[in-house]
């Protein structure tokens, strides 16, 4: 059993918290939007905080709009019925991506989507939505492998188009039209696409900048198992070995939002993680579980931890609700994974103004992740992620003296049965393997139902 780093009593250095929660519907749009237990879907984004829903036009499993213009309705009218904005991302066609006439009709159509929103909703409340041009263009098999001018001319000729649009409402305020939605998990050279984004593109008309990051694309299994093709890269270690890797890489979200914060500098676009899991994949035998059990818990509450040390503003996991596959937080039925369980927690502790301090324990404490928050209200929290099998003994005063307000303790960790279990804190407590603790002063306001 592990103990913890001796108590501190310099001062720790505030900030505010900015970074907003967000989601990809994807493959479970329909239980969002339409199914029988929708209702408890959207209560538990809601509980995350949900601000932003990434939706597809073209390319992914939604509705088609012009095909099925009442449910792509209904999947956007459900994300602006949980307090949220849409994301509307427009990808794909088909190569040759630099051909004139091809380009020329994907913005047509792409305009039909973004004239069909006003008339719906009306101009004020569309210029507040996000619009994402393309999806991960320098990933062969997602977005084509495109060259980063064969994307600009793409971003020009749609960005434009939608700007004309939204100008009539935006006053003084920027479009937040966005991209590149690029694959930095394993990509090299992905922050030039950002950077020459920054540099080429009319301010106007670029509100964000979008990144993709996950904790590794392999399969946990050996790949001979599965009968896949690895295009040259090695198989990931298996077991205990692969857990480690996958959770040592956690604190690379906080130094690649940091990167791009600093190409960000001197210009108002966004800092978005528009993608983020911890394995790429969407099937059980592939990934294992490790993208909703307690490992994924622990690995997306730390990597929140670390996006929002780096500067990020949005974060937006892949994805929200699950359809039969490993991806989504929340299965159909509305049931919350652990994962999903673990983001309620801490975006009801963790929340958009808040004053936040992260304790140093790095050293001391390598597996263990700390952020504490407090509100002009008087709230007083802070969660401890542990991103190890081993157990963690937790002195909260140890991190930071002003801890010793906090009386309630939510833990979820594998003597929780999958379950967030209230208990009252006096002096230490353990988190007993992978799993996340808050400790706060206002227990009676957190729900954990």
Not at 407 to 418: I, K, N
Not at 433 to 438: A, D, E, K, R
Request: glycine share 8%; net charge neutral.
């Amino acid at each position: 059993m592990a103990s913890r780093s001796p108590r501190s009593t310099a001062m720790l250095t505030e900030q505010r918290m900015k970074m907003r929660y967000g989601f990809n519907e994807i493959y479970g749009w329909w239980h969002f939007s339409q199914g029988e237990r929708r209702e408890v879907i959207q209560k538990r984004l809601r509980l995350m905080d949900t601000r932003v829903v990434r939706v597809f036009v073209f390319d992914q499993p939604v509705p088609d709009p012009f095909k099925d213009w009442h449910s792509f309705e209904g999947m956007l009218q459900a994300i602006l019925d949980i307090g949220a904005k849409p994301m509307i991302t427009f990808a794909k066609f088909p190569p040759p991506y630099d051909r004139v006439k091809s380009v020329r009709e994907f913005v047509s159509r792409s305009s039909e989507v973004v004239w069909g929103c006003i008339e719906r909703w009306g101009g004020n409340e569309v210029s507040e939505w996000y619009w994402n041009v393309w999806n991960e263009p320098n990933n062969l098999i997602v977005g084509g492998n495109l060259t980063f001018e064969q994307y600009l001319k793409i971003y020009d000729a749609l960005s434009e188009e939608i700007f004309r649009q939204l100008a009539p409402f935006l006053g003084e305020r920027c479009a937040l039209i966005g991209g590149p939605a690029i694959d930095g998990t394993y990509r090299a050279y992905w922050t030039d696409w950002i950077a020459r984004l920054l540099s080429e593109v009319d301010r106007r008309k670029l509100g964000f900048v979008s990144w993709h990051c996950y904790g590794d694309w392999r399969p946990a299994v050996p790949s001979q198992t599965l009968g896949l093709e690895m295009w040259g890269s090695p198989d990931s270690p298996s077991g205990d070995l692969f857990e480690r890797l996958l959770l040592s890489r956690t604190p690379t979200y906080e130094a690649r939002a940091r990167s791009v914060s600093r190409l960000l500098e001197g210009c108002s676009a966004l800092n978005v993680c528009g993608e983020l899991n911890t394995v790429s994949h969407h099937e059980y035998y592939y990934t294992l579980g490790y993208n909703q059990n307690l490992l994924g818990a622990a690995y997306y509450a730390s990597a929140l931890i670390h996006l929002i040390r780096g500067g990020t503003d949005l974060e937006m996991r892949w994805t929200a609700t699950a359809h039969s596959d490993a991806y989504g937080l929340i299965y159909r039925d509305g049931v919350p994974s652990p994962a999903a369980l673990a983001k309620q927690l801490f975006a009801q502790h963790v929340q958009f103004g808040d004053r936040l301090q992260f304790p140093p324990n790095r050293i001391a404490a390598p597996g263990l992740d700390v952020i504490v928050a407090k509100n002009d209200s008087g709230k007083t929290s802070a969660v401890f992620v542990n991103t190890s099998r081993s157990a963690a003994t937790v002195t909260p005063e140890d991190f930071a003296p002003e801890l010793d307000v906090c009386s309630t303790l939510f833990r979820l960790d594998a003597t929780t049965r999958d379950c967030i279990v209230a208990e009252k804190i006096s002096g230490q407590f353990i988190l007993n393997g992978y799993g996340i603790g808050v400790i706060t002063n206002q227990g009676a306001q957190t729900i954990i139902d």
